[in-house]
């Protein structure tokens, strides 16, 4: 689904690479595959051993990150970020990385996720002087490493790290060494690969593929890698607890070129398509998916149901991330700007429209009408995952409880409100099994609190005060 429109938006992509001589166009191109992941601002730290040099912007990374700013990074190393505001405002301070220089050298942290008791730590570390200067959670790591007291910088980041709770996945780089830390719970995604003798770290593998480098690994749950010119070493900061990665990854967030722990996100979604199917067999004639993300299971669906795949949903790629949209009224038509229903495909047809999630209902309603104006008989609505009833504190725009649509109506309710002539969620236990993680937790290693309630961390009073609120 159109993530801007409906409601649910990606999180942060973060990228970081050791020890290469292009490590800034290596960074660019990297960014650019994780795009996806976040259009609000980029940002891009080099170094060349003795100092840290910074550019970032709001924008898109080709819009940031021209030929003459390209020219001007230059260093062996580099971290990078594309943002999608989560926790605190949009607006350039907020931009990542974030650099910080002090007479003991400097630091940059780029950061994917949302610490849920950012809040706390920041109100105790005010009240003990600290002055921040952004309003982004992640500054957050960076004034608890300074203030650790420790000694060697690899202490003062262990130490830092037990203090905050929530997900994240972190880059961190010195003039001398990169760190890469996951949070316990493993709850965003995290990978290590080689190019030479140059290690990346990124926040999915797609990032690998366009820079040609050899996927290593996936960074484990609690662990801290070091990464500096003699190599790669790998300690841990916390015990292990449940792993809980994001089930959403696989359903919306990633590339479906993408692997997580293993699965191709395409595979994945073509299995959550086919079990559809099974979970709702529905007569029609055609089955289509809205672009991109339910495209494979669209695909799934019809392999499975034996009834057609037809592409009838076209999406304009062309409105720009920066569109003026000159009144309420064609704010509103903004689902037609962005998606077009083919009428040669649904006129006079029973249509079943595959789709990732159903936040609002709003988008949903208005590509049911579409496809009903443009002369569908019929449009099933099948959703490759369960109803989301509960936000998001890991770093997912799922606005709150009250604005959740299935957190207050019934099955049927929704279908009424999105004019479906039918509409079916995939079961939980279906999403688990056709994702096809293998885990003895009884959650096979994700996180599904939106979907169940069942939060893996703890929640703080600061977090919790949204969930009721608008």
């Known amino acids: 689904m159109l993530a801007e ?15 290469h001589q292009d490590a800034a166009s290596i960074t660019y191109y990297a960014l650019h595959s994780l795009q996806h992941r976040g259009q609000e601002g980029t940002g891009i730290v080099v170094t060349d051993g003795t100092k840290l040099d910074i550019f970032k912007g709001e924008g898109l990374v080709t819009e940031v990150f021209t030929s003459e700013v390209m020219s001007k990074l230059s260093g062996k190393s580099a971290i990078g970020h594309v943002r999608y ?14 650099l910080f220089n002090s007479e003991s050298g400097s630091l940059a942290l780029a950061h994917n996720g949302n610490l849920v008791n950012a809040k706390l730590i920041k109100s105790i570390l005010e009240q003990q002087g600290s002055i921040f200067q952004t309003s982004s959670d992640t500054e957050v790591l960076a004034h608890l490493i300074r203030r650790s007291g420790e000694r060697r910088i690899k202490e003062q980041v262990k130490s830092a790290l037990k203090q905050i709770e929530g997900a994240f996945a972190y880059v961190i780089m010195t003039e001398n060494e990169m760190m890469v830390a996951l949070d316990p719970h493993g709850l965003r995604p995290l990978s290590l690969a080689r190019l ?36 790669i070493k790998s300690e841990f900061f916390s015990e292990n607890k ?3 990665i994001c089930a959403m990854e696989y359903i919306y967030f990633s590339r479906p070129d993408s692997n ?70 064609l704010r509103e038509q903004g689902v037609k700007m962005k998606l077009s229903p083919v009428r040669g495909v649904v006129e006079g047809k029973r249509v079943i429209m595959v789709d990732d999630s159903i936040v609002r209902g709003t988008t949903s309603r208005r590509i049911v009408t579409m496809l009903k104006d ?30 959740l649509i299935a957190s207050s109506n ?21 999403m688990l099994e056709a994702i096809g993680r293998i885990d003895t937790d009884k959650n096979c290693g994700q996180c599904v609190a939106c979907f169940t309630g069942e939060y893996p961390t703890e929640l703080y009073p600061e977090s919790l005060q949204y969930y009721y609120q608008k």
Not at 85 to 98: D, H, I, K, R
């Open 196 to 231: 030479g003798d140059a290690y990346m770290v990124a926040s999915e593998t797609c990032a690998f593929d366009v820079v040609g480098a050899e996927f290593i690994r996936d960074v484990l749950p609690g662990e801290l890698l070091i990464i500096n010119d003699e190599g």
């Open 260 to 329: 997580i722990h293993g699965i191709n996100v395409h595979s994945a979604r073509k299995r959550l398509g086919k079990k559809l199917a099974i979970e709702a067999p529905i007569v029609a004639d055609v089955v289509t998916g809205v672009p991109d993300s339910s495209i494979s299971a669209a695909i799934g669906y019809a392999e499975a149901s034996g009834i057609p795949y037809e592409m009838g949903l076209v999406k304009n790629r062309y409105v720009g991330r920066t569109f003026i949209q000159p009144s309420q009224s």
């Open 410 to 430: 019934s099955v049927e309710e929704i279908r009424e409100l999105i004019g479906a002539d039918s509409l079916t969620f995939i079961s939980t236990e279906g």
């Open 5 to 19: 429109l409906k409601g649910l938006n990606e999180e942060c992509g973060i990228f970081g690479v050791w020890g």
């Open 242 to 244: 449940p792993s809980a």
């Open 85 to 98: 505001a989560t926790a605190g405002g949009s607006g350039y301070e907020n931009v990542q990385p974030l």
């Open 374 to 403: 443009a002369g569908a008989l019929e449009v099933h609505v099948v959703i490759s995952s369960p109803p989301i009833k509960n936000p998001c504190f890991y770093g997912i725009d799922t606005s709150t409880k009250e604005e």
